[in-house]
């Protein structure tokens, strides 16, 4: 039985991205909705740290991401998008990938714990990813190429592997693996347990560092812990360390976040963490 589609406040939706004009299922809609969603709406995993855990139910993900202005991870990202899409008229499934981004070649397989979108448009199939953090692809990519496909930001490709395709970006020279993409619809009852385990499990980064993205199309702003990094689209990057004060006002002034006054445990903890990890190895 296929799901039924939750009603999603559309005008509210495109207040919180900026997002003016008629809207109608076409590709140059679904480009744009994708650019401003991802340069509106944080990916961030704040809710975690903070032991509130994550509820994907349409309402709470709604009042969270829309009514509050805060961001989310994946299946708050593109089970909201799935909705949007869905009530401006397009044909949209969903998915599950298993992430291998930064994972060594002979890394063991991890669980499908990331949620994307397969969205039809006049008969063609596009992936279309608004949760995938820093690297998301900011535009729809065709599923059925496996040629190189540009975007404002990096170059994808989509390459078949057992069972279904490896979404790759280009990073200089190399192809670089961001996660393997099954092509199996998913309902929205799927997604309960690797959301669970993704917001609850000791192996999971997103409970012991802090991640935050947001992409302009000047910009992909990053922070991992108290480290925050910005690259340009022409590929020009700068890091640095923010102390908890710095830590703050960037969650506020560049991602756009309503601080909360109990947040700042979790900022400290950050910028603790980034500290540790900036140290040399003592000696044995």
Not at 230 to 235: D, I, T
Not at 241 to 253: H, I, K, Q
């Given at each position: 039985?296929?799901?039924?589609?939750e009603?999603?406040?559309?005008?509210?939706?495109?207040?919180?991205i900026?997002?003016?004009g008629?809207?109608?299922?076409t590709?140059?809609?679904?480009?744009?909705?994708?650019?401003?969603?991802?340069?509106?709406?944080?990916?961030?995993?704040?809710?975690i740290?903070?032991?509130?855990?994550?509820?994907?139910?349409p309402?709470?993900?709604?009042?969270?991401l829309?009514?509050?202005?805060r961001?989310?991870?994946?299946?708050?990202h593109?089970?909201?998008?799935?909705?949007?899409?869905?009530?401006v008229?397009?044909?949209?499934?969903?998915?599950?990938?298993?992430?291998?981004?930064?994972?060594?070649?002979?890394?063991?397989?991890?669980?499908?714990?990331?949620?994307?979108?397969?969205?039809?448009?006049?008969?063609?199939?596009?992936?279309?990813?608004v949760?995938?953090?820093?690297?998301?692809?900011?535009?729809?990519?065709?599923?059925?190429?496996?040629?190189?496909?540009?975007t404002?930001?990096e170059?994808?490709?989509?390459?078949?592997?057992?069972?279904?395709?490896?979404?790759?970006?280009?990073?200089?020279?190399?192809?670089?693996?961001l996660y393997?993409?099954?092509?199996?619809?998913?309902?929205?009852?799927?997604?309960?347990l690797?959301?669970?385990?993704?917001?609850?499990?000791?192996s999971?980064?997103?409970?012991?560092?802090?991640?935050?993205?947001?992409?302009?199309?000047e910009?992909?702003?990053?922070?991992?812990?108290?480290?925050?990094t910005?690259?340009?689209?022409?590929?020009e990057?700068?890091?640095r360390?923010?102390?908890?004060?710095?830590?703050?006002?960037?969650?506020?002034?560049t991602f756009?976040?309503?601080?909360?006054?109990?947040?700042?445990?979790?900022?400290?903890?950050?910028?603790?963490?980034?500290?540790?990890?900036a140290l040399?190895?003592?000696?044995?």
């Open positions: 039985m296929p799901d039924q589609p009603a999603v406040d559309l005008g509210a939706y495109c207040a919180r900026g997002r003016v008629a809207l109608a299922p590709l140059e809609t679904l480009r744009t909705l994708q650019a401003q969603h991802l340069a509106a709406i944080p990916f961030e995993n704040l809710d740290l903070l032991g509130r855990g994550i509820d994907i139910s309402q709470a993900v709604d009042a969270k829309i009514a509050a202005r961001g989310g991870y994946c299946f708050e593109n089970g909201l998008f799935k909705r949007v899409l869905e009530a008229g397009f044909r949209v499934e969903g998915l599950l990938a298993r992430v291998q981004w930064m994972a060594p070649p002979d890394a063991p397989p991890q669980p499908r714990t990331h949620m994307a979108l397969r969205v039809s448009v006049e008969g063609r199939p596009w992936l279309v990813d949760g995938f953090g820093g690297n998301a692809p900011v535009a729809p990519l065709a599923l059925d190429s496996g040629a190189p496909q540009s404002r930001h170059t994808y490709r989509l390459q078949p592997v057992a069972g279904g395709l490896q979404l790759q970006a280009r990073l200089g020279e190399t192809w670089a693996a393997e993409l099954s092509p199996e619809p998913q309902l929205a009852v799927d997604y309960e690797p959301n669970w385990y993704t917001a609850t499990h000791p999971s980064h997103f409970r012991h560092q802090l991640s935050v993205a947001l992409t302009t199309p910009a992909r702003y990053a922070l991992r812990n108290a480290r925050l910005v690259r340009s689209s022409s590929g990057e700068t890091r360390r923010l102390d908890a004060s710095e830590l703050e006002a960037t969650l506020r002034d756009g976040l309503p601080v909360e006054t109990n947040w700042r445990g979790v900022l400290e903890r950050a910028v603790a963490a980034e500290r540790e990890a040399p190895p003592t000696a044995g």
